[in-house]
């Protein structure tokens, strides 16, 4: 470990109250559908990662079977240029979930048209999408996409979370997550657009270093290593900056240091996060 690390610790904050509230969403949407009319996007990302494994366990609960994750539709849509790390995290998701894939290319728009068509049944899709993320500040957990795009209810659990609530789950529940994370990476999509967070870089040795993702002290920075992205399927007026939602999370923390053991990362193996 370098001896940077020996100094940084983040004070992660409490997901109590927007855990609760993203099982309520799961739970509504599982219940105002069948578990076959309902799918989850998923890319690989850690918000994606998050709600994959709340979702699994609310079905869990509801359904009394621990093997429910084989009958959760789960779409993985691949990006042109994909990081080969986000293409090993994948393939071993889907083996510690015991979920089947349905894989697909493209854009996002493309991919529910593709799969809309073939499956007639599919009536709701669940998103890992968050206030913060471009023009996607004005959201509904709940609500149909626009005119133009393939007629699906799009349910978005996690909308108040904030970048730093991610990582307080993913760091308390031993979350796996992809180990571009771990190499200053906080917002990924494809190896055309995406770098390592600036915010995280530090010199040692006079050669530059990055800390994990989890260490970036401003969640309004999560996309600085990010090129814009295109619309997400509902209406928008401007691109803009949007800082994390912050109101209802504060009143307790976890204290994340170079001597936790948070969580498991995979990229072509398991392994653990005090290595890092």
């Known amino acids: 470990m370098s001896r940077k690390f020996e100094n940084v610790s983040m004070d992660l904050p409490d997901v109590t109250t927007v855990l609760m509230e993203t099982e309520q969403i799961i739970q509504k949407c599982f219940t105002q559908y069948q578990l076959d009319e309902v799918f ?13 494994d709340v979702t699994i366990k609310v079905l869990q609960d509801m359904y009394k079977r621990e093997n429910i994750g084989k009958e959760l539709k789960v779409l993985y849509i691949r990006t ?3 990081f080969k790390e986000i293409e090993n995290f994948v393939k071993q998701i889907e083996t510690h979930y015991g979920i089947n894939l349905i894989v697909t290319e493209g854009v996002l728009k493309e991919a529910l048209q593709k799969i ?4 007639k049944n599919l009536k709701a ?3 890992g999408t968050r206030r913060t993320d471009p023009y996607s500040e004005n959201l509904k957990f709940m609500q149909y996409t626009d005119p133009g795009w393939p ?18 789950y993913i760091l308390q529940h031993r979350v796996p997550y992809c180990s571009l994370y771990d190499k200053g990476y906080t917002s990924i999509g494809s ?7 600036e915010s995280l870089a530090y010199t040692e040795n006079g050669r530059v270093h990055y800390r994990p993702a989890w260490l970036l002290p401003d969640g309004s920075l999560e996309r600085a290593g990010r090129e814009q992205k295109h619309t997400n399927g509902h ?9 994390e939602h912050n109101s209802i999370h504060e009143h307790k923390s976890i204290q994340v240091n170079k001597t936790t053991q948070p969580t498991e990362h995979i990229e072509c193996h ?4 005090n290595s890092v």
């Not at 989850?40 to 994959?52: E, Q």
């Not at 007629?151 to 307080?168: D, E, F, G, K, T």
């Open 270 to 273: 398991m392994n653990q996060l």
């Open 235 to 243: 209406a928008t007026h401007a691109v803009k900056t949007v800082h």
């Open 40 to 52: 989850l996007s998923f890319n690989g990302g850690k918000d994606c990662t998050v709600l994959l």
């Open 125 to 127: 899709c669940l998103m």
């Open 116 to 119: 809309t068509e073939n499956d």
């Open 191 to 197: 190896t055309a657009n995406t770098w390592p967070n």
């Open 151 to 168: 007629r699906i209810l799009r349910v978005s659990p996690l909308l108040n979370w904030s970048y730093h609530q991610i990582w307080s």
């Open 80 to 82: 042109k240029d994909p």
